[in-house]
C-alpha cells in the first residue's frame, strides 16, 4: 500500500453546463460520469481508496449510497460553497 488516496470534487450543479441532472451524474457509456472517475482510480496501483466529494443535497440521497458502495470507496464527504472548498474538506 502507497498511503496514497484521491480525490473526487463532484459537488457541482452544472449551473453553466445546463441541464436538470448534473454532469457529474449523467450517463456515459452506462454509468455515470462521476463513477466512471471512481472505477478508474480505483484501478490505479498507486492510489489505495478514493474521497468523493459530493453536494449538501446529494450527500444523503440514492447516489452517494451507490458511490458508497463502490470498491475502494473510503468515504463520501459533503462539498463546500465552491470548487476550491470542496478540494478542502
Same mark, same amino acid.
Given at each position: 500500500m502507497s498511503g496514497a488516496v @484521491?480525490? =473526487? =470534487? @463532484? @459537488? +457541482?450543479?452544472? &449551473?453553466?453546463? +445546463? +441541464?436538470? &441532472?448534473?454532469?457529474?451524474f449523467l450517463d456515459l457509456a452506462g454509468e455515470s460520469v462521476v463513477s466512471r472517475a471512481v472505477r478508474a482510480l480505483t484501478a490505479c496501483p498507486g492510489i489505495d481508496g478514493v474521497v468523493v466529494v459530493l453536494s449538501r443535497d446529494d450527500i444523503g440521497g440514492p447516489r452517494a449510497a451507490a458511490l458508497r458502495g463502490m470498491h475502494g470507496v473510503l468515504a463520501v464527504v459533503p462539498g463546500g460553497s465552491t470548487r476550491m472548498v470542496s478540494a478542502l474538506v
Amino acid at each position: 500500500m502507497s498511503g496514497a488516496v @484521491a480525490i =473526487v =470534487v @463532484a @459537488a +457541482g450543479r452544472s &449551473t453553466r453546463f +445546463g +441541464g436538470a &441532472t448534473p454532469k457529474q451524474f449523467l450517463d456515459l457509456a452506462g454509468e455515470s460520469v462521476v463513477s466512471r472517475a471512481v472505477r478508474a482510480l480505483t484501478a490505479c496501483p498507486g492510489i489505495d481508496g478514493v474521497v468523493v466529494v459530493l453536494s449538501r443535497d446529494d450527500i444523503g440521497g440514492p447516489r452517494a449510497a451507490a458511490l458508497r458502495g463502490m470498491h475502494g470507496v473510503l468515504a463520501v464527504v459533503p462539498g463546500g460553497s465552491t470548487r476550491m472548498v470542496s478540494a478542502l474538506v
